[in-house]
């Protein structure tokens, strides 16, 4: 099953809406609860990265009865070194974004593990694509 | 699904129902659907958190209550009161003359639920302490809340609080004071009156505790009766009683009940909040966060806690500010002199902090389409190409709340489409309903009564 969520970059408000929603429909699928609790944990982290960092992205989901796969597609400034950026602390968010509760530079460790799998790709000038997969059985 | 997992205190008496959906609309659960112009309830999803039994406009939904002559099987009979019902009355009716007011109706002692709270406050300290690893622990003591997080944020149940409430704490210390006496437990009968349905429900099946020490339960809203009557008739020979006076309560107990008489009490960050609207919102988000640096959330399914409790006939707001006002003066009086009277709660408490404890909470999810994840997918695909063809208005004309219920219903065999009146009108339009059959689905559903003509004076007898 597919579904896709459109995440403007700098819009905290709104921030978490396509993690609810996903973690809405795990619920009704019946998912694990301990799968649900760390695939929406990793999900929001990596919706707030797009939120916080880049300019606006896309949300991938995919489920099937093995695998809950998510790409986070951005169109942002891009990481230029990935190494630096999953170490515990590390962030670049500014004060305004720090003021709000967000960028204590825990998002991507604390993605790493919660998801069974993580792909991160990225372009500087370009954007970053984030895929989370989580193994069902 | 079928197995019935909670009792519950409000009961839908389909002969008074005129199937109107007040009810419908507002359940934060969706666990109300019509049907024959009568509204039924789904067992399961239902946290008794009593939003319908203040929406009905005719009084077809009551909290059930054990029969007050049940009290006479015992010798001790014990009325335990919470601290809302002295809030109920204005400031010139004493705590005395309600007292008098249940002795005279048969008690033979009256305790005040919040009794227990010191206890409880020290073995919420050291569980805080402890289990500092579940944060945001949880607070166990609205019942309605806590089955709320089992049908609804499964995941949270560990955040909960294995903690017993008040009312069990106080219940547990009457007991060990008569069975100290001498007194035959089976001759001692413990009665509370409840400001809510969702107490009632946990004493008639506990989550979390094998059986309670409660034995009936009466409601506030008797009980405020009787002291009304008996306050408007000047009290005559209710002014004194010979009850033991007892240490009076600290202001922290009176205030236990109300937003923030929990939540005030522990160190480092702590949240209240009431309204389980507001409590369904802040857990959604909850959900979502991986660390949260708050200790403590105190969540009340009503307006004002207890005070808004769905069996409290004053106003909320009045009950509030008598029993801060109450407070304060205890806290006055503290400070000057010397209380004498007996606080024999104390000699208990080891005994107390040994039972304190209950077990697990367990999730208890009524999201899932179905148990089968293979199933589920299958149904929610279903529910995604329903949900294209339904207008997204949430009329409630098919007899269910949302547009999105209605097609959840569908796929689970519980609805038709044709339920959907812009579906009816659709098909009308395209000859694949005649008028007869749009006005037999209408009748399903909202019953004949609605479609009989004038002469029916039903509404003008209300
Ligand atoms: N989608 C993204 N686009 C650009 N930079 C990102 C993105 N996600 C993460 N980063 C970079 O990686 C750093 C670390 O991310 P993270 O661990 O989530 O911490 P935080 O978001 O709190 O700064 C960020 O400060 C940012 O520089
Ligand atoms: S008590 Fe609350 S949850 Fe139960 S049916 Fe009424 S409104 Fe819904
Ligand atoms: S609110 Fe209306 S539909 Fe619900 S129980 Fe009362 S009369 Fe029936
Ligand atoms: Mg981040």
């Not at chain 1, 790493?112 to 790709?121: L, P, Q």
């Not at chain 2, 400001?195 to 009466?218: E, H, L, N, R, Y």
């Not at chain 2, 293979?374 to 695909?381: E, I, N, S």
Request: hydrophobic residues 40%.
């Amino acid at each position: 099953m597919h579904f896709t969520y459109n995440v403007e970059g700098g819009n905290f408000t709104r921030a978490g809406y396509a993690s609810s929603e996903i973690k809405k429909i795990l619920k009704q699928l019946n998912v694990d609860l301990a799968i649900i609790k760390r695939t929406v944990v990793a999900s929001y982290e990596a919706e707030v990265n797009i939120v916080a960092h880049a300019y606006s992205g896309t949300i991938f989901v995919d489920i099937t009865p093995e695998t809950i796969l998510i790409k986070f597609v951005d169109e942002g400034p891009g990481i230029p070194d990935i190494a630096m950026a999953m170490k515990e602390g590390f962030s670049t968010a500014t004060s305004k974004v720090r003021e709000m509760g967000f960028g204590a530079g825990m998002g991507l460790p604390n993605i790493r593990k919660n998801v069974d799998n993580m792909n991160i790709t990225s372009e500087v000038g370009k954007g970053t694509v984030l895929e989370l997969t989580m193994y069902l059985q | 699904m079928a197995e019935k997992y909670f009792h519950h205190a409000l009961k839908f008496r389909r002969e008074v129902c005129i199937g109107c959906s007040h009810c419908m609309n507002v359940c934060p659960t969706q666990a109300i659907r019509i049907h024959s112009g009568k509204a039924e309830l789904t067992d399961n999803r239902c946290v008794d958190c009593g939003k319908c039994y203040m929406a009905c406009p005719v009084g077809a939904i009551i909290v059930e209550q054990d029969d007050f002559s049940q009290i006479f099987m015992y010798r001790h009979r014990i009325a335990l009161i919470p601290g809302v019902l002295l809030g109920q009355f204005p400031g010139k009716v004493t705590n005395m003359q309600i007292y008098s007011v249940l002795l005279d109706m048969g008690f033979t002692e009256v305790e005040e639920v919040e009794k227990g709270t010191g206890i409880l406050r020290m073995a919420m300290d050291s569980y805080l302490q402890e289990n500092h690893h579940l944060k945001p622990l949880i607070s166990s003591f609205c019942p309605a809340i806590v089955r709320l997080i089992q049908v609804r944020f499964p995941s949270l149940t560990e955040n909960i609080m294995l903690l017993k409430a008040p009312l069990d704490v106080t219940a547990t210390y009457i007991r060990k004071k008569y069975a100290e006496m001498g007194v035959d437990p089976k001759e001692v009968g413990i009665y509370y009156i409840t400001p809510c349905a969702a107490k009632i429900a946990a004493v008639k099946s506990p989550v979390g505790d094998k059986f309670s020490q409660i034995d009936g339960v009466i409601n506030m809203d008797v009980i405020f009766n009787k002291v009304y009557t008996a306050m408007k008739q000047g009290f005559a020979g209710k002014n004194q009683c010979s009850l033991p006076v007892s240490a009076p309560l600290k202001p922290f107990q009176q205030l236990w009940t109300l937003t923030e008489g929990e939540a005030s009490l522990f160190p480092g960050r702590s949240l209240a909040i009431d309204e389980i609207s507001n409590v369904i919102e802040f857990l959604e988000k909850l959900e979502n966060e991986e660390t949260c640096d708050i200790n403590f959330l105190e969540l009340r399914a009503c307006d004002q806690s207890c005070a808004g409790g769905i069996l409290a006939s004053g106003n909320r707001f009045f009950t509030v500010e008598r029993l801060r006002k109450t407070a304060i003066e205890t806290a006055a009086k503290e400070d000057t002199k010397v209380v004498e009277a007996s606080n024999d709660i104390l000699n208990h408490t080891q005994h107390l902090l040994q039972n304190m404890a209950v077990s697990k909470v367990l999730p208890r999810a009524m999201d899932k389409l179905d148990e089968d994840m293979k199933m589920a997918m299958l149904k929610m695909q279903m529910v995604r190409e329903i949900m294209k063809t339904l207008p997204y208005v949430d009329c409630g004309l098919c007899g269910a709340p949302t547009c999105r219920a209605l097609a959840q219903d569908i796929v689970q065999g519980k609805a038709k489409i044709t339920n959907c009146i812009f579906i009816q009108k659709k098909y009308e339009q395209k000859n694949w309903l005649n008028p007869q059959e749009t006005m037999d689905i209408l009748k399903q559903v909202w019953g004949d009564d609605k479609f009989t003509d004038p002469d029916n004076t039903k509404f003008v007898t209300l």
